[in-house]
């Protein structure tokens, strides 16, 4: 399985990004995928995931602020980042499970005036 992340970058106070991870094969087969990120010096921390059933769950820091979701057509998971703060500034990862633990190249994300 290969995961390949984008759309990162940079964006102010208050702004939205969208992230987006392709994965080499169906979606449907994973029971969850989810997105990571790691700040500097921190260790890597869950933001979002999405059963293969449309069950979500956020962590409490990033929860009404953003949205995961998923497309079965594209294989595709995707995190929208609304009202970005600086402590969102972190390289984020999606990554999913079948029977080991894959994960994509990670995309940074800045979020500074």
């Known amino acids: 399985v290969q995961l390949q992340a984008s759309g990162g970058g940079l964006a102010q106070p208050g702004g939205s990004l969208s992230l987006s991870c392709a994965a080499s094969r169906r979606i449907s087969i994973f029971k969850v995928m989810g997105w990571y990120r790691q700040a500097p010096e921190n260790q890597r921390q869950l933001v979002a995931r999405?059963?293969?059933?449309?069950?979500?769950y956020y962590a409490d820091s990033v929860k009404g602020r953003f949205t995961i979701s998923k497309d079965g057509a594209k294989n595709t998971v995707n995190l929208q980042m609304n009202s970005l703060k600086p402590e969102d500034t972190a390289v984020y990862y999606c990554?999913?499970?079948?029977?080991?633990?894959?994960w994509g190249q990670g995309t940074l994300v800045t979020v500074s005036s």
């Open positions: 990554h999913t499970f079948l029977g080991t633990d894959y």
């Open positions: 999405i059963t293969a059933g449309g069950s979500t």
